[in-house]
């Protein structure tokens, strides 16, 4: 397994579109976590699934926002109508039931709104 | 709110010279402190967990100290390889959601 994955690693969107983010985690991890980081500052959570149910918001996850993971594989992170305050990297984690707080991160999405 | 705070928030380090991190939080059913390392570009790389105070974890040249306010993650004779952010964040009920420090960036001259 190379760890997880995420896709695209750079989007740069005009303010008004709508973009989608992907993350694959490690295939034996049940847990899936998304966070958002910007600069000088550390990743501020967004949302947790365990298999495909998503068991928390972050009060962060604003209505523009929507996550989902269907089949308890892998994950979409959606954001309509960007703005620019959300140019951030986006972060997808993933953790085993047996370790749940030793957490494994991809390499981020960084989003530029224009 | 119960948060971390990390200090100093920027360190610059010759080749071989130690230091030392800052994790200073605010306890309120505290149930471990974590550390992880993120190098520019990348998602953060757990490190260690701590649980109880007076415990230590090493790795390389890495030790991590756990008091019953705060950690620290100490830097034997660094090398240019140790150039990161270092991030701690508490743990606690649901820890996945509470917040990370905003981090200690070392650079590590040759």
């Known amino acids: 397994d190379t760890g997880v994955s995420q896709d695209p690693r750079h989007k740069i969107t005009k303010r008004g579109q709508n973009v989608t983010f992907r993350c694959d985690p490690i295939?034996?991890?049940?847990?899936l976590y998304w966070y958002r980081q910007t600069l000088g500052q550390g990743p501020e959570f967004l949302t947790y699934f365990q298999n495909e149910a998503q068991l928390e918001k972050s009060r962060l996850l604003s209505d523009r926002f929507s996550a989902e993971r269907p089949k308890g594989s892998f994950s979409t992170l959606e954001i309509q109508r960007t703005e620019q305050g959300d140019s951030a990297m986006y972060l997808c984690a993933s953790s085993s039931p047996e370790s749940s707080y030793e957490q494994y991160f991809g390499p981020g999405t960084r989003l530029t709104v224009t | 709110e119960d948060q971390v705070t990390q200090s100093p928030e920027a360190l610059r380090l010759q080749e071989g010279e130690s230091s030392s991190l800052n994790c200073s939080y605010t306890?309120?059913?505290?149930?471990?402190l974590f550390w992880y390392r993120q190098d520019p570009g990348k998602g953060p790389e757990f490190l260690f967990t701590?649980?109880?105070a007076g415990e230590e974890k090493e790795k390389e040249r890495l030790k991590a100290t756990l008091t019953k306010k705060e950690s620290f993650l100490h830097i034997t004779a660094p090398k240019p390889e140790d150039s990161a952010t270092y991030l701690c964040?508490?743990?606690?009920?649901?820890?996945?959601?509470?917040?990370f420090g905003a981090g200690t960036t070392v650079t590590v001259r040759a």
């Open positions: 306890v309120s059913g505290l149930r471990g």
């Open positions: 964040k508490r743990g606690g009920s649901n820890d996945y959601k509470l917040s």
């Open positions: 701590l649980y109880s």
């Open positions: 295939s034996e991890h049940n847990r």
